[in-house]
């Protein structure tokens, strides 16, 4: 019993690091494809749900029975969703990729101090390490901020309002929807996402726009991969083990989108990407270390 546990656990471990891995590489699209925010975003979502409830008819014959409470919350974080690829990607598009990383990346540590006064209060020696790991792993993604020529401070407040509304969604997921299967909830989430974005699909089309076949491949690979795929591994993740984990854990992002804008756009990080992503990464590794040794007890 306790191997098959533990072996769960480190499925889960490496599902979430695969799913940092792919999730990395979805601020690179808002160089890539041309298209406004709004329509990637709302047709991200719509094939990104559709390909999940595809995935999930062949799966499961029988569809999982949802309560009026679990379907609300679903909608919220939806909507929570929808609205953090918003402001992500909009952070992103008016600033440069490293800040908007920066800001979106101080989840980890909104999660770790709310996340225990949601378990019943705030105790500072049985919370501590994880506090200095979300510090450590915040401090580390500043460090690499300073990399950029630039600082827009508009960027710099959407990013800050992306990181605490995937907090939220986080929060709901793990918490409130632990007996929903995570490709469940993923699809809920994005067919909800697309449901309230669908008017920019058509709106900006009638605009004028026009995606051609580079966008439509681009944002299929978007889609499919980095949303349909990334993020069920990651709810996957998330439903196993404790948020502030999993965002300590994914402040490891911005140095593998560091590594990504080096491949694809020949940008060679600086000192302070280097030194910011040593930090990042010792923190990452220290939490998968603890979380194993948790699961092993």
Same mark, same amino acid.
């Given at each position: 019993?306790? %191997? ?5 656990? #480190? ?32 047709? #991200? ?15 499961? /014959? ?45 989840? $980890?540590?909104?999660?770790?101090? =709310? ?5 019943? +209060? !705030? ?23 300073? %990399?950029?020529?630039?600082?827009? /401070?508009? +960027? ?12 939220? /969604? ?28 669908? $008017?920019?699909?058509?709106? !900006? $089309?009638?605009? +004028?726009? /026009? ?47 560091? =590594? ?16 910011? +992503? ?15 040794? #948790?699961?092993?007890?």
């Amino acid at each position: 019993m306790f %191997s098959s546990v533990r072996c769960m656990s #480190r499925a889960a471990l490496l599902e979430l690091h695969l799913a940092n891995l792919l999730l990395s590489c979805a601020i690179l699209f808002t160089r890539w494809i041309d298209a406004p925010v709004p329509f990637v975003i709302a047709s #991200r979502c719509l094939l990104a749900g559709l390909a999940l409830y595809l995935f999930l008819k062949l799966k499961f /014959r029988q569809a999982e029975v949802l309560d009026r409470r679990a379907t609300g919350l679903l909608i919220v974080s939806g909507a929570l969703l929808a609205l953090h690829w918003m402001t992500f990607f909009y952070s992103g598009r008016i600033s440069t990729i490293a800040l908007a990383m920066v800001a979106m990346y101080t989840y $980890p540590l909104m999660t770790a101090l =709310v996340e225990p006064f949601l378990e019943g +209060g !705030f105790r500072l020696d049985a919370y501590k390490t994880d506090l200095l790991l979300a510090l450590l792993a915040t401090a580390g993604i500043a460090w690499i901020g300073l %990399s950029a020529t630039s600082v827009d /401070r508009e +960027g710099l407040l959407w990013g800050l309002l992306s990181a605490a509304l995937i907090t939220a /969604r986080n929060l709901i997921v793990r918490r409130k929807l632990a007996a929903v299967t995570g490709s469940r909830i993923m699809m809920y989430q994005v067919l909800v996402a697309a449901l309230l974005l669908s $008017p920019l699909l058509v709106y !900006f $089309p009638l605009q +004028g726009y /026009r995606p051609g076949l580079k966008d439509l491949l681009l944002l299929l690979a978007l889609s499919l991969i980095v949303t349909a795929l990334a993020h069920t591994l990651y709810t996957r993740a998330l439903l196993k083990m404790p948020a502030r984990t999993t965002g300590i854990i994914s402040s490891v992002q911005p140095l593998y989108s560091a =590594v990504a804008a080096f491949l694809f756009f020949q940008e060679v990080p600086g000192w302070a990407t280097v030194g910011g +992503g040593t930090l990042v990464l010792i923190a990452a590794s220290i939490e998968s270390l603890r979380f194993n040794r #948790r699961q092993e007890t």
